[in-house]
């Protein structure tokens, strides 16, 4: 059964809630860059001292793994609320079924039916 308006617009809530959580937890270590859902990781000096330049650069290393996975998160909402306005929400890209409502439900930027995503 395709999902109804309402389903699509309390789902749409979820992913732009989601997209707001991302991007503040990005704001806290990186700045955007001119393109969207891109950001670039602060390096803050700590100091002069050997040790404290050792624990800048473990703070960016590990400050750039984050920044990395919450832009791929945030590129997997940007897919999803586009499929919203393209009318394609919740159709499987894979298998062109419709994707369980639970599975949205959990994780509202599927792109693909669990069948599919199993694969």
Do not use: H, W
């Not at 704001?27 to 969207?36: I, K, L």
Request: include cysteine; glycine fraction near 4%.
């Amino acid at each position: 059964m395709p999902l109804d308006q309402k389903t699509i617009e309390i789902l749409k809530e979820k992913l732009l809630e989601e997209k707001t959580k991302l991007e503040k937890n990005l704001s806290n270590f990186a700045n955007p860059s001119e393109t969207e859902d891109d950001y670039k990781t602060i390096f803050r000096e700590i100091g002069t001292d050997p040790d404290e330049n050792a624990s800048e650069v473990e703070e960016y290393t590990d400050n750039l793994a984050l920044e990395n996975n919450l832009e791929k998160q945030l590129a997997k909402i940007d897919r999803a609320l586009e499929r919203i306005k393209n009318g394609t929400y919740g159709i499987c890209s894979k298998c062109g079924k419709e994707i369980e409502l639970e599975r949205l439900e959990i994780y509202p930027e599927a792109e693909r039916c669990i069948k599919c995503a199993n694969k």
